[in-house]
Structure formats: C-alpha cells, structure tokens
C-alpha cells in the first residue's frame, strides 16, 4: 500500500553538507513516526533521527548537533539536512515510516564522505 521513493545520496567532502529526502506514497494514513537508518559497511544498521506525529525528533548521539530531520506533511515527505559531514557517515540511508500498524522501508539510499 505504501511505498518509499528517497532521493539519491552522493559523494560529498569531509564538512560538506548534503539533503536526503524520502516521499511516501498513498494518501489519508496515519503516521507513528518517519525517520532514517544507516548501515555502513561492517556495521549493524543504526537510528539516525527520527520524528513522531507530534513533532519531536530524536537524533544519535553520532549526529547530534550536525543532522536535522523534519516533515513535509502536505507531500509526506521526511527530509534529513546533514552538515559537517565526516568519513564515518558514510553509508546506506533508509527511510522508515510506521502507521502503527506495519513498518515501511525506503530502497537505500548511498551516502559517501570522501578525506
């Protein structure tokens, strides 16, 4: 029923900033929370940030202070800012969303951090 489209990622230098986004398909359901993992080569897939219904985010403790995610209600839509970015960001970026009901995944999206 819903689908996750995210834009494409990139490679990016060390303190440089990139914006993914992720846009949910189908209308009238109601979202839990969106966000964003990652998986970086080796490692196990982790929380990035997320935002529930009411507005609050949570972000890891990693990316505190450099990432900010927010909400597009009107296109269901979740957007990640990442700023000073550095060679341990680097990975797969996975949108989420849950309707409380079932949870959604986004196809991955590569985010590379170059020096």
């Known amino acids: 029923q819903v689908q996750l489209v995210e834009s494409r990622g990139g490679l990016v230098q060390v303190g440089g900033s990139l914006r993914l986004s992720c846009a949910a398909s189908?209308?009238?359901?109601?979202?839990?929370?969106m966000g964003w993992y990652r998986q970086a080569p080796g490692k196990q897939r982790e929380l990035v940030a997320t935002?529930?219904?009411?507005?609050?985010?949570n972000y890891a403790d990693s990316v505190q202070g450099r990432f900010t995610i927010s909400r597009d209600n009107a296109k269901n839509a979740v957007l990640l800012q990442m700023n000073s970015l550095k060679p341990e960001d680097t990975a797969v970026y996975y949108c989420?969303?849950?309707?409380?009901?079932?949870?959604?995944w986004g196809q991955g999206t590569q985010v590379t951090v170059s020096s």
């Open positions: 189908g209308s009238g359901f109601a979202f839990n929370f």
């Open positions: 989420v969303l849950n309707t409380y009901l079932q949870t959604y």
């Open positions: 935002i529930i219904s009411g507005g609050s985010t």
